[in-house]
């Protein structure tokens, strides 16, 4: 069994696949072009918003928000304890600090009372200059983006959306990647949309911040990229990579994000009253990057994931590690404790998950489950 299944997701769009693929390697043209414009429309449009703008991965997106943002030493950004390195990472590479926030025992995503007490002890203590909120969508849920957009309003503070692994999510009307100030997301093969590589995006509404981030995207291009009107750098969406995108936009548009949802819909059923499972809140809609159950120990988890293994059946902990006990945040202060991180950090574990899972496979996931805890 797989964790994620790829190959399985190729043999299903491989007549497509092949033929963009190969429509590009005909064309000769291989950075650029009308197969990344059109492609940005289309993602632009599915989110609902002005502009998506592609480049090489979805830290790099998360980089170049930071950048149009003028974030820099002395600034303060706040940062979900609970999350993937690259959130945090990216404030530190522009030289300012990440203050990292608890998240919520059942959503995994921002405690916004934990926020607002971050922002309070930054404030009161008067080092930093509070800037920006990064909210994470994590393993495909929205963040409170109502809640969060009162408190950037409330303190004047700019919203980032971390929506690598949201990319489809909806609350409400609204899908992801259409909330705060600016939102970005990851085509890593393995997230919701993945391409066969690197890929990321950032949507905004903002047309002057669009602006800057085609421009910085491209050696700070002014009107082509021998005129250089700023610093920049090069972080570009490959064509073949857009080619291969828009293949699989079009498989998530139309079934994908679907039976990933009946794929969860049925775990949960054959799961619940035997081991704590994920909890999708009124009024949102998962893209399921993750199906993370809790246990209720470290110990627990660990054996439990032996013993699947012992099954043949792959499963993940995502993620082991607060951010703020990784080694190289080792110098960052904590202004406020982050117990359900610590919580989750020793109890999540996340079961295979694809919008290819087969019922037998589901089946034999959730056997495993209840002879671990049967036994
Ligand atoms: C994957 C991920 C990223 C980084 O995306 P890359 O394309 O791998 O650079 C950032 N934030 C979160 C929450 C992620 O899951």
Redesign the pocket.
């Known amino acids: 069994m797989e964790f994620r299944d790829l190959k399985l997701q190729y043999k299903n769009l491989k007549t497509e696949m092949d033929q963009a693929i190969e429509e590009v390697l005909e064309k000769g043209a291989f950075i650029g072009g009308t197969a990344v414009a059109e492609l940005e429309k289309q993602l632009a449009d599915y989110v609902g918003v002005k502009h998506c703008i592609t480049c090489a991965?979805?830290?790099d997106a998360?980089s170049m928000v930071m950048m149009a943002w003028n974030i820099q030493a002395g600034d303060a950004v706040f940062v979900p304890d609970f999350?993937?390195f690259?959130?945090g990472e990216v404030v530190s590479f522009e030289g300012a600090v990440p203050v990292f926030y608890d998240v919520c025992r059942d959503t995994f995503n921002a405690d916004v009372k934990s926020l607002e007490e971050a922002i309070e002890k930054v404030i009161e203590e008067g080092e930093l200059t509070p800037k920006a909120i990064i909210a994470?969508d994590l393993f495909g849920q929205p963040a409170d983006y109502l809640s969060l957009e009162k408190v950037a309003q409330k303190y004047g503070l700019l919203l980032l959306e971390?929506g690598?692994?949201g990319f489809g999510g909806m609350l409400g009307q609204r899908r992801a990647c259409s909330f705060g100030d600016a939102a970005t997301t990851?085509f890593?093969p393995a997230?919701p949309l993945g391409c066969y590589g690197?890929g990321?995006a950032i949507f905004t509404n903002d047309d002057k911040m669009a602006d800057y981030l085609r421009s910085v995207k491209v050696h700070g291009k002014g009107e082509d990229k021998y005129d250089n009107v700023r610093i920049g750098w090069n972080s570009r969406l490959d064509t073949i990579q857009a080619a291969i995108l828009s293949v699989k936009l079009k498989a998530f548009i139309e079934y994908e994000l679907e039976n990933v949802n009946k794929a969860a819909e049925k775990y949960t059923a054959l799961l619940s009253g035997l081991v704590e499972t994920p909890v999708v809140l009124e009024g949102y809609y998962s893209s399921w990057a993750q199906y993370t159950i809790k246990t209720e120990s470290r110990e627990q988890r660990d054996s439990l994931q032996n013993w699947l293994k012992d099954r043949d059946i792959p499963t993940m902990v995502y993620y082991s590690k607060e951010m703020h006990k990784q080694l190289a945040f080792k110098d960052v202060k904590s202004y406020v404790e982050c117990p359900v991180t610590s919580q989750l950090c020793d109890t999540v574990l996340a079961l295979p998950m694809h919008p290819y899972m087969t019922d037998q496979e589901i089946q034999k996931v959730t056997e495993g489950l209840r002879d671990f805890f049967n036994k």
Do not use: R
Request: charged share 20%; glycine share 12%; proline share 0%.
């Open positions: 991965n979805g830290t998360l999350t993937f690259a959130s994470v971390d690598a692994q990851s890593f997230k690197d990321g």
